[in-house]
């Protein structure tokens, strides 16, 4: 059984940083691409970024462009992204997603449960 | 960015009726080399993440009930529930994986009447 775990999320100032991980296990973590994806309480879902298979292509949306890295290490089976300059409307709860092979852009058929990044002074 | 358009916000069905959602994308999300639909619909319980229901616009996600079914090409699509149980009282989502950036509709709630 896939199973995906973030953690890192909290309370940050604004102008600060963090650094969330996702853990991965019940599948060859290796092969799939892997995202982030944001949810503002009371809203909806927002794509943050993407990273394929070998952790050689990245992709961000606008939004946090310059700001977030996106990284994984597959000896650990483990995805992060880390959060720099954050800002108030950076506050989400922030998903990771398993992707698919093959696929750059795909469904998610596999999420976390979540880690809540709050950015406030 | 392809902008996902879902209606209605909210929709309340008794139970045992049929629910139908809709989405619309700001551009067709048919690939015509191999004639798949770029698009997914998911279901978001309160405090849970999202769950994939549909994929390739109309193929069941592994261990989806069969009330659940997606229809539609290019850029109008449909979720439909069957006959709504208890337990599909959820926020549904529609999802375009065509273009980079993915995006999402802004969501339908669906509550029993």
């Known amino acids: 059984e896939v199973h995906l775990v973030e953690s890192g999320g909290g309370l940050v100032q604004p102008g600060g940083s963090l650094r969330l991980s996702c853990a991965a296990s019940g599948f060859i973590f290796s092969s799939y691409w892997m995202h982030w994806v944001r949810q503002t309480p009371g809203k909806g879902l927002v794509w943050v970024s993407r990273?394929?298979?070998?952790?050689?292509?990245?992709y961000y949306a606008d939004s946090v462009k310059g700001r977030f890295t996106i990284s994984r290490d597959n000896a650990k089976n483990t995805l992060y992204l880390q959060m720099n300059s954050l800002r108030a409307e950076d506050t989400a709860v922030y998903f990771c997603?398993?992707?698919?092979?093959?696929?750059?852009?795909?469904?998610?058929?596999?999420w976390g449960q979540g880690t809540l990044v709050t950015v406030s002074s | 960015d392809i902008v996902m358009t879902q209606s209605p916000d909210s929709l309340a069905v008794s139970l045992g009726e049929r629910a139908t959602i809709n989405c619309k994308s700001s551009q067709s999300v048919l690939y015509g080399s191999n004639n798949k639909n770029y698009l997914a619909w998911y279901q978001q319980k309160s405090g849970q993440p999202p769950k994939l229901l549909i994929y390739w616009a109309s193929t069941p996600g592994s261990g989806v009930p069969d009330r659940f079914s997606g229809s539609g090409s290019g850029t109008d699509f449909t979720l439909t529930i069957s006959s709504l149980q208890a337990e599909d009282v959820a926020v549904y989502y529609c999802q375009q994986y065509y273009r980079t950036p993915p995006t999402f509709g802004q969501g339908t709630a669906v509550e029993i009447k």
């Open positions: 990273i394929n298979s070998d952790g050689s292509s990245t």
């Open positions: 997603a398993k992707g698919e092979t093959g696929y750059s852009d795909s469904w998610h058929d596999n």
